[in-house]
């Protein structure tokens, strides 16, 4: 069924040949036919080598010239006239070749002279490469004989080690043998995955290098230029597509504005039609008001936009249901319109200086597309296509087109693969990359002809080739000829790794190799004296680092030499050996960078003792991470807060109890609606799934709302003051400041989510309120080491300067409400206390009855985190605390808040997070890329006090002693 598929598809071919289209790949047969008519070959002397087989229109041009030259004279590798190994010797391939040339010699009527054989090898010019040549794959093996060092075999780690051991060896040879450059060769098998190794390790060791390999047209700049902007033409101007549009540096813009582009598709997800849109958000994400360098880098990006979007729009239009003709006078003029080749040139010259080879290569793809569109108009002038069918087109044509390289210099090494290669009396043969599955090189058969196929053929006498043994023998010659390509010395290579560090095998042919010679053993490349590795500055540089520390003479050697010749390099050598202690030396530099006083938010404190190095990133050094303008959970928890506290604002404890559930409804609606506009100005482009987040945030601020009516309904404590500012004494609280003994001054501002007060008897007892969108548990353990203060120190701040606000006040305790969006359907059906246990109550309250009977009456912890034991006392004792126990808390975070002030000062900016057992701060740190702290190698480990242990910590710490628990000393928080 294969078969006869394949021959209905062959069918239809030929009929677009005969038709008038043409293959790039017929143009052998069209030669034959045109030198047939034009007796071209007449009178002329044809040499041919490199040839073990003749496709059939080689064999079609070749019988052409058998009938007109003058003499023909064809060059194989073979052992004899006759296959005497029954096909399945190391030249049977050539052999069969031998007999289909003489048999098309004498059905053109050629004269055959006598095949002359040459016994000797002319090539080698030792014993030990004439013993390789005679004994490699020879069923009947020589004595063994000395391999002379003039064949050596090399394991390398690695690929990147194997390169620069040839490098190294090539230059050796250079400098001690009567050997040049152009004397050496250097064969591998495949240079798809490691030809940019050899070009930029070559480069390094400032070897000149010819690589012989043509690459393919359509991964040029300029084509994938093209490619790219009919991709943003077919599929509707899709982000990825455009940006590679773009960055091939055809379009004329500097890499900023690209960037500046680039982010602002991100941030605002632009994608498909909203390139067509103007562009009206804030280029800096989400914050409602642009700024005034906003708005400049916005009528940028829209200039920029505009000067994108309207000659491609034009083009698109341009293009529909257009016939060859159109297509390719379109294409190129928008090409000589947009000014693409100058622009491409100019990016060239920018980046890489003037190179008049890319410069020339540039200009040998334009031709190759010029060609291409040629085609198009010969071929499709007047058929009308859609723009898919017109691309495919554009692929297959492109791929027919490859370029090659003319060597930059005579003296120079040639690299390249041992099935295509040609060498000619080179001394030096380094045959590399001598690994299992690649000599013989084994790929996948992505052939649709199966070898069960081939077979069927064959004895339809259809050869295809491809055959199993015929490949297998295939790929012993190849082997045979590159370790023969030499005339004094072969160095065999390979490698233990890839280039992904994945585990590689010596070839099987290696032991073939090793049976020859007695005296051949493998070398270790790291055994290797490193002063060959060494040609300049770079490569120098590179060995004295590699050996730095180990304390040999070739660390002696090399850093000496170093020293020497870069003593900046040596210099950076020896401070980047010393350990790593991450800090600002200069301190007034610290002051610069966070100022005198220290001024903080709450939530800076947090920062600074879970990771300093992330704190002085972000505050000091002002790195935001790139966000997306959408409804993330920090976007969320902005939009809840803010509701929340405008509700109870707007309304009080009794106005809430009073609002109806559609009352609250319109309510958290219209909050909803307000806030989106304000940060996304343009409402209508928010994502179908956007709009459904907006709708599910109000139901769920909905049920939030009933749930703070029900706790005003039962409580004594009534919401004072939501959005308290603390650092603004006309409106709300001082900043809270404390010195340091060292003399360093802090002040603390931040805004109370919620101020509650209980009055009874002439004494006010205070509760801050924070709405909390994330889902952390407040722990004393977090308290004891400097994290999640926040609203502690509130609390504390009205302890101690709220006396002119509230008078007589005392510390009721703080509580996180959990506001976290998660609307699930049916929660408008839940019972008030269905409602009040969706949010379970975190933080740590008072041990006085009046306080906590004034929050919970019930006794059950619906309000509280610690609800009445039947047999007394209370639940989860480690959420209360006496107003002793509040002073000690309260005197550890001022500590806590003079150690930053003094550490800030100090310069201290170690990359060294707290953890716990079951949490790292790295697991979502946006700055791991900076710090590469990789899987939290360097961490301080948190313990894990329960409330008796931490107010002995405290207590510890107030008395200046060691911190223990269980007998043991823990870390201290102020590490």
């Known amino acids: 069924m294969r078969l006869s598929d394949l021959a209905a598809l062959y069918a239809s071919y030929e009929q677009l040949i005969e038709e008038g289209v043409m293959d790039p790949a017929d143009c052998l047969i069209r030669a034959s036919e045109a030198a047939e008519s034009e007796n071209f070959f007449a009178g002329s002397v044809f040499y041919l080598d490199g040839f073990d087989r003749f496709s059939k229109a080689q064999s079609q041009l070749l019988s052409v010239m058998l009938c007109q030259a003058e003499k023909v004279v064809v060059a194989l590798t073979s052992d004899g006239l006759r296959d005497k190994s029954g096909g399945f010797g190391l030249f049977s391939e050539n052999h069969k070749t031998l007999q289909d040339l003489l048999s098309l010699a004498r059905g053109c009527g050629a004269d055959v002279a006598a095949p002359v054989f040459l016994q000797k090898n002319l ?6 490469l ?74 390094k060791y400032q070897i000149p290098l010819f690589l012989d390999q043509r690459e393919s047209v359509a991964n040029k700049p300029l084509a994938v230029f093209l490619r790219a902007l009919l991709d943003v033409l077919r599929y509707g101007f899709q982000t990825e597509d455009l940006l590679r549009y773009v960055k091939t540096g055809a379009t ?19 994608d498909r039609g909203r390139w067509k849109k103007p562009f009206l958000s804030p280029p800096s994400g989400m914050k409602g008001e642009m700024s005034s360098r ?69 200009r040998r793809v334009y031709a190759c ?83 069960k196929d081939r077979r069927a053929l064959l004895e339809c006498e259809i050869d295809l080739g491809g055959l199993e043994e015929s490949m297998a023998i295939r790929e012993d010659l ?22 992904n560090y994945a585990p590689l095998q010596p070839s099987r042919y290696l032991q073939n190799v090793k049976e ?70 200069d301190q007034e530099a610290a002051k610069t960078l966070y100022g005198s006083p220290v001024k903080l938010s709450a939530s800076r404190v947090d920062r600074f003792y879970g990771c300093k190095f992330s704190y002085f990133l972000e505050y000091a050094l002002f790195l935001k991470e790139r966000r997306k303008a959408e409804i993330a959970p920090l976007e969320a928890g902005n939009l809840i807060h803010s509701v929340l ?120 007892y205070i509760r801050v309120v924070d709405y909390k969108s994330g889902t952390k548990d407040f722990a004393l353990r977090d308290v004891y080491y400097g994290l999640n203060l926040q609203m502690l120190l509130y609390l504390f701040s009205i302890w101690r300067d709220g006396e002119t606000r509230y008078g007589n006040r005392i510390p009721a305790g703080i509580l996180y409400f959990p506001a976290r969006p998660e609307w699930k359907e049916g929660s408008e059906t839940l019972s008030d206390e269905q409602v009040i246990r969706q949010f379970p109550m975190q933080g740590i309250v008072l041990q006085d009855e009046a306080v906590l009977s004034g929050m919970d009456p019930t006794g059950k912890g619906l309000f509280i985190p610690a609800a009445c034991k039947k047999n007394g006392g209370y639940s989860k004792e480690e959420t209360l605390a006496t107003l002793q126990e509040l002073g000690a808390i309260r005197a550890h975070v001022e500590k806590a808040l003079c150690e930053m002030a003094d550490q800030l000062m100090q310069g201290r900016i170690e990359a060294l997070p707290r953890v716990t057992k079951k949490s790292c701060r790295c697991d979502y740190c946006a700055y791991q890329a900076i710090c590469q702290n990789e899987m939290a190698e360097k961490t301080l480990t948190m313990s894990e006090p329960d409330k008796d242990a931490f107010y002995r910590l405290l207590q510890a710490e107030e008395s200046h002693q060691k911190p223990m628990m269980n007998g043991e000393e823990v870390s201290s928080p102020w590490q």
């Not at 813009?253 to 997800?269: C, F, G, K, R, V």
């Not at 027919?400 to 090494?413: A, K, R």
């Not at 082997?479 to 890839?498: F, H, M, P, Q, R």
Request: charged share 30%; proline share 3%.
């Open 369 to 451: 597309l010029a060609a291409v569109f040629d085609q198009f108009v010969a071929h499709f002038g007047n058929e009308s296509m859609d723009l898919p069918t017109f691309i495919r087109l554009y692929d297959l044509q492109i791929a027919q087109y490859t370029l090659g390289e003319v060597p930059n210099t005579l003296d120079s090494v040639l690299l390249g693969t041992a099935d295509r290669i040609r060498t000619d009396n080179r001394k030096i043969c380094f045959v590399s990359g001598f690994t299992h599955g690649s000599w013989p090189l084994e790929g996948e058969n992505r052939s649709l002809v199966t070898p």
């Open 252 to 270: 004329g813009l500097d890499d900023e504005t690209i960037s500046q582009l680039e982010n602002y598709a991100y941030i605002w997800q632009i």
């Open 645 to 764: 506290e405008d509700a109870v604002r707007e309304f009080g404890g009794d106005g809430l109890i009073a609002l109806s559930e559609a009352e609250i409804k319109a309510f958290c609606k219209e909050k909803v609606y307000a806030f989106a506009k304000e940060n996304f100005c343009d409402i209508e482009s928010l994502s179908a799934r956007q709009k459904a987040k907006l709708t599910r945030i109000s139901s769920t601020l909905a049920l939030m709302i009933r749930r703070l009516a029900l706790e005003f309904e039962q409580s004594e404590f009534v919401p004072v003051d939501p959005e308290l500012p603390m650092g603004d004494e006309r409106e709300g609280l001082p900043a809270f400041t404390l010195c340091t003994p060292s003399g360093n001054e802090i002040s603390v501002v931040g805004k109370i989510d919620r101020v509650d007060v209980m009055e009874k008897k002439g004494v006010k």
């Open 130 to 203: 004439l013993a390789l040549e005679e004994g490699f794959l020879s069923e009947e093996k020589p004595e063994k004989v000395s391999c002379e060092k003039r064949v050596r075999i090399l394991a390398c780690d690695n690929v990147y080690q194997e390169v620069e051991t040839v490098c190294a060896l090539i230059l050796e040879a250079v400098r001690k043998e009567a050997v040049r450059f152009r004397d050496v060769v250097v064969i591998t098998r495949s240079l798809e995955e490691n030809a940019d190794l050899f070009a930029h390790t070559f480069a």
């Open 123 to 128: 090539r080698a010019k030792n014993d030990a």
């Open 478 to 499: 190849v082997a045979y000829t590159a370790l023969t390509a030499a005339s004094e010395k072969v160095i065999i290579t390979y490698a233990g790794t890839d280039r």
């Open 516 to 585: 020859i010679f007695w005296d051949l053993e493998e070398e270790k490349a790291s055994a290797l004296d490193p002063v060959l590795f060494v040609c300049n500055k770079e490569t120098l540089r590179t060995q004295a680092s590699a050996h730095f520390g180990r304390g040999t003479k070739e660390e002696a050697t090399l850093f000496g030499a170093l020293k020497r010749i870069d003593p900046a390099a040596a210099e950076a050598l020896e401070e980047a050996s010393l350990p790593k202690i991450w800090k600002l030396e």
């Open 294 to 362: 906003d708005r400049v880098e916005l009528a940028h990006l829209e200039s920029v936009r505009k000067g994108l979007i309207g000659p491609l729009l034009h083009l698109q239009d341009d293009l529909k249901q257009a016939d060859g003709r159109t297509f390719a006078a379109k294409i190129w003029e928008f090409l000589e319109k947009e000014e693409v080749q100058r622009h491409l040139e100019e990016h060239y010259t920018k980046e890489m200086g003037n190179e008049p080879d890319l410069l020339e290569e540039s």
